[in-house]
């Protein structure tokens, strides 16, 4: 069964730090492109960031430079490392998987909240 679980979400002050983790179960993660995304209130859901089975990664423009995506694979686990963290940055980030035949999985989110 696949599972992908996020985790490491919370409240944090503007300019703060918090480190998502995806954990991953029930496929070969080494081999899928994975990636965040995030839906703040009342707006779509926008991509963050992906890394590719090579390890190539690529960024949202506006979290480019505070935002760090990473993965390790003998541990099946994906990684956001956000720092600088502004209010906009407020939502609920997903976890999303994607096979090199284009199956995809999604976890159910971790909300992160920036505020004073």
């Known amino acids: 069964q696949v599972q992908l679980v996020e985790s490491g979400g919370g409240l944090v002050q503007p300019g703060g730090s918090l480190r998502l983790s995806c954990g991953a179960s029930?496929?070969?993660?080494?081999?899928?492109?994975m990636r965040w995304y995030r839906q703040a209130p009342g707006k779509e859901r926008e991509w963050v960031a992906v890394?590719?089975?090579?390890?190539?990664?690529n960024y949202l423009d506006s979290v480019r430079g505070r935002f760090t995506i990473s993965r390790d694979n003998a541990k099946n686990t994906m990684y956001l490392q956000m720092n600088s963290l502004k209010p906009e940055d407020t939502a609920v980030y997903f976890c999303?998987?994607?096979?090199?035949?284009?199956?995809?999985?999604w976890g159910k989110g971790t909300l992160v909240t920036v505020s004073s």
């Open positions: 999303h998987a994607l096979s090199p035949r284009t199956q995809t999985y």
């Open positions: 029930g496929f070969t993660f080494s081999s899928y492109t």
């Open positions: 890394i590719y089975n090579t390890g190539g990664t």
